[in-house]
Structures are given as structure tokens and as C-alpha cells.
């Protein structure tokens, strides 16, 4: 397990954010980040979750004024996964990725061909 502050691994995801393509940024609609040290209970070796309705499935009249979708990053399974601090930088970076594109309505089958598993 690595040895990481809340605020190194929550600077490591807003790095990870901002490698993301200012052409897919700028398309994100309605979602925020945010770091939790744990996952839910019923998952407990979860790295992500994307909690929302994705951007393919919002019509022309989706929700105004609705909630902001989640992007939830798991600090503590990713530091038990990875042994060292680029590790989990790279991990971090391939987790956000993972869960925008979810926001975008790739699903994981789709993601695990394109080597974002």
C-alpha cells in the first residue's frame, strides 16, 4: 500500500483532469468530481463510480436544473492496489478516464476493448 495524503491523491486527480482534451472537457455537462477515502461497503475494491445519466441518454428536454452527475474517485482501494507514487498516478489517471467516458455512455464492455479496464 502507498503512502499518499487525501491532498496529494486529490491533486493527482485534478492533474488527471487536466490532461483530459479541452475539446471532451468542454462537452462535460452537469458532472463534478470528487474524492472519497472509501467505496461503498458492497464494493469495497472499487477504484471509480460515474453516478448519473449519461450524455446519450438525456433528451432535448433532460432535467433542467437537475442534480450534477458524480465522479467519484476511491482513494484508499487505489492506494492498496498500487505500490508506488506513479502507480498510483497512472491508475488514477486510467480511473478518471474510466468513469468520464461513462459520462459520455461508453460502457465498460466498450472501455475494456479500447484498454481502459
Known sequence: MVDMSREEFEDAVRDALDEIPEELADQMDNVVVLVEDDPPEDDPELLGLYEGVPLTERGEF??????????TIFRRPTLALCDSRDEV???????????IAHHFGIDDDR?????WG
Open 89 to 99: 498516478v497512472d491508475e488514477v489517471a486510467v480511473t478518471v478516464v474510466h468513469e
Open 111 to 115: 472501455l475494456h476493448e479500447l484498454g
Open 62 to 71: 433532460w432535467a433542467a436544473g437537475a442534480l450534477p452527475d458524480r465522479i
